[in-house]
């Protein structure tokens, strides 16, 4: 699913041994830190929240959701909410929708994220299942 430190180390080092420009940046700025989130509900509606948007916008929408659904957004919560509610936090009428489908299947039991299946395309389909998950979505989910 998602690559540990050295995995991105190894993987980096098969990049700048192919292309020298990489390999500078890599010499100049050292390598990254791999962005790993907690698997779950909370990313993927983390996902959601944040296409299409700034990363600052974003945490400003997440941040209004937390105080008005609650902390930790619990599905049940958010699939209770009001539309207008979610709007008022900065989601547009298809994230609404989106975010409701999301933990309505999760609040329902109908996608566990700890059971998703060891084979990227098998949860890649279990995912897209779900009203506003797209491909790249669950792709970007599984990496992170």
Known sequence: ????????????????????????????????EPRIRARGYQTLLRTIVGQQVSVAAAN????????IVGAGLAPEAVAAAPDELLRQCGLSRQKVSYARSLAEHVASGDIDFDALPADDEEAIARMTAIKGIGRWSAEIYLLF
């Open 1 to 32: 699913m998602s690559l540990s430190a050295e995995q991105l180390r190894r993987s980096l080092d098969a990049l700048a041994k192919a292309e020298r420009a990489f390999a500078e940046r890599i010499e100049a700025i050292g390598y990254p």
């Open 60 to 67: 400003s929408i997440w941040a209004k959701l937390e105080a």
